[in-house]
């Protein structure tokens, strides 16, 4: 167990477990919201332990191995969901902006980000051609 806040411990998990919790949650709600910022710290250098100690000279090396870990875990994450979702269920990934596409930005990008729409509901997201769209088409998709 690792210490979350102070006096509090929680057990850890293996991502592809938590997906298959993630989906679970699916299975008895019409519609469940997960957010990640693993990718964002990573991006921004600020995931793990090691932030504390990155040296300006090191710090893109430091980066890179904590985004490769971020989408490693998201990855397993995404992993379990896909397993144990159910046929009828539409699972939606995306991003409201960039920042692990280009290391050298200290900022978020407006570089296009990713929407994969998985399930029965995809069809809703078809002319989706950036953020503003998504909403819409989760409405649509309910």
Same mark, same amino acid.
């Given at each position: 167990m690792r210490a979350r806040e102070p006096g509090v411990e929680t057990p850890l998990i293996a991502p592809a477990t938590a997906g298959a919790n993630l989906a679970a949650l699916a299975h008895d709600h019409e519609f469940v919201f997960y957010e990640s910022f693993l990718p964002d710290l990573a991006g921004h250098g600020r995931l793990g332990a090691e932030r504390a100690t990155q040296a300006s000279a090191g710090k893109e090396a430091i980066v890179t191995e904590q985004v490769h870990t971020a989408i490693a875990l998201l990855d397993g994450l995404l992993g379990g969901l896909l397993v144990a979702r159910r046929p009828g269920d539409t699972m939606l990934v995306t991003s409201d902006h960039g920042n692990i596409e280009s290391l050298a930005a200290p900022a978020h990008t407006r570089d296009p980000v990713? #929407? #994969? !729409? $998985? =399930?029965?509901g995809a069809p809703a997201?078809? &002319? $989706?051609? &950036?953020?503003? =769209? !998504? /909403? =819409? /088409?989760i409405l649509a998709a309910l």
């Open positions: 990713p #929407l #994969l !729409v $998985v =399930g029965p997201f078809a &002319d $989706v051609e &950036d953020i503003a =769209g !998504v /909403a =819409g /088409a």
